[in-house]
């Protein structure tokens, strides 16, 4: 009989570690908001913006599509994960919202903490781009 307890008393805990895991993991939604776009770049055609923003995209893995005027619909799919984003952009700024997700512990506003890595990456290189296009004009 103890043996029995003390088995179910280890699987109880193992159970709440285990899901307890998974709030680490989560953190709120990462959007990147009116991101200025330098001011070298501002007097230039739109198109150039947009082709910066695809390629940094494309580049880490994203697949993107044209949405509308300064909209790019982009997909990142890593094994079972999937994350849709909108960028949003214009000749002074541009932002990345969250869209959906898949298998990435989306709810009430917080997604798995890659989802935000993935974000604030896709972002840091949109602005390298963006400042070395800069440089050149």
Not at 13 to 24: A, D, K, Q
Not at 27 to 38: G, K, L
Not at 106 to 126: A, S
Request: hydrophobic share 40%; proline share 4%; net charge positive.
């Amino acid at each position: 009989m103890m043996k029995l307890f003390f088995r179910l008393a280890i699987t109880a805990l193992l159970v709440v570690f285990i899901s307890g895991c998974s709030t680490f993991r989560v953190e709120p939604v990462y959007n990147a908001e009116q991101v200025p776009v330098p001011t070298a770049l501002q007097s230039g055609p739109l198109s150039t913006i947009e082709n910066i923003i695809k390629t940094a995209a494309v580049g880490r893995g994203w697949l993107v599509e044209d949405a509308g005027p300064g909209k790019i619909k982009a997909t990142l799919k890593s094994r079972t994960h999937e994350a849709v984003i909108d960028i949003l952009y214009s000749k002074t700024n541009y932002s990345i919202e969250y869209v959906s997700s898949a298998d990435l512990l989306y709810e009430d506003g917080k997604i798995h903490r890659n989802y935000n890595k993935w974000v604030k990456i896709l972002e840091n290189d949109i602005n390298k781009g963006l400042n070395l296009a800069a440089l050149k004009s």
